[in-house]
């Protein structure tokens, strides 16, 4: 059974460049979210989608951050424009109705020059 | 203030030498504390889930327990490839759904 899936692995890309994130998440989990960590600030969370509706953006850290979730399998985490202090590691996490517990992918490393 | 904290920081030990992390929080409503582990360039992985205080649970060389307070993470005879940074995080009534609060972690080396 396939599990979190996240693409790219590794991104990167100049300042104010879009950057476009993907998740799948594991097929039956009905929430989704979306983190971001680094040295200084650890695992934030910065979305989170039930049923595919966002239910609270409110980590997201500005404007320049959106996400989607068009459907029950698929995700994707935008940046733009893009800035230096955005290089991290970003993770997208999947549960399912009946368990609490959140599985992880494998990450995207994300570095804006 | 920070809703969970964890200590140390980093931990060094000798391979067999046993001892245990900790996870400190402070929210109101615990509905589930978790333990994660995290290898370098790679997700966490969930390891256990505790609800209530006084609950205990083991894997291999790792117990985890539960008080009103705060989480022990026991390692017991840890090896080298124990080695890897601990996570925990708290699901609570005040948050909305199914978000979690981790804390900065515990990195853990084990020395042959």
């Known amino acids: 059974d396939a599990g979190v899936i996240q693409s790219p692995r590794h991104e990167v890309t100049e300042m104010g460049q879009e950057v476009t994130l993907r998740c799948k998440p594991i097929?039956?989990?009905?929430?989704l979210f979306w983190y971001r960590q680094t040295m200084m600030r650890g695992l934030e969370l910065l979305i989170y989608?039930?049923?595919?509706?966002?239910?609270?953006d409110s980590g997201m850290p500005e404007d320049r951050f959106s996400a989607k979730m068009p459907n029950a399998s698929f995700s994707t985490l935008k940046i733009q424009p893009s800035e230096p202090r955005d290089s991290a590691v970003y993770f997208c996490a999947s549960s399912s109705a009946r368990a609490d517990t959140q599985y992880f992918g494998p990450g995207t490393r994300l570095t804006v020059l | 203030e920070d809703q969970v904290t964890q200590s140390p920081e980093a931990l060094r030990l000798q391979e067999g030498e046993s001892s245990s992390l900790n996870c400190s929080y402070t929210?109101?409503?615990?509905?589930?504390l978790f333990w994660y582990r995290q290898d370098p360039g790679k997700g966490p992985e969930f390891l256990f889930t505790?609800?209530?205080a006084g609950e205990e649970k083991e894997k291999e060389r790792l117990k985890a327990t539960l008080t009103k307070k705060e989480s022990f993470l026991h390692i017991t005879a840890p090896k080298p490839e124990d080695s890897a940074t601990y996570l925990c995080a708290v699901q609570a009534a005040e948050y909305t759904g199914n978000q979690f609060y981790f804390g900065t972690g515990t990195s853990l080396t084990v020395i042959p």
């Open positions: 097929s039956g989990h009905n929430s």
């Open positions: 929210v109101s409503g615990l509905r589930g």
């Open positions: 505790l609800y209530s």
């Open positions: 989608f039930n049923n595919n509706v966002p239910i609270d």
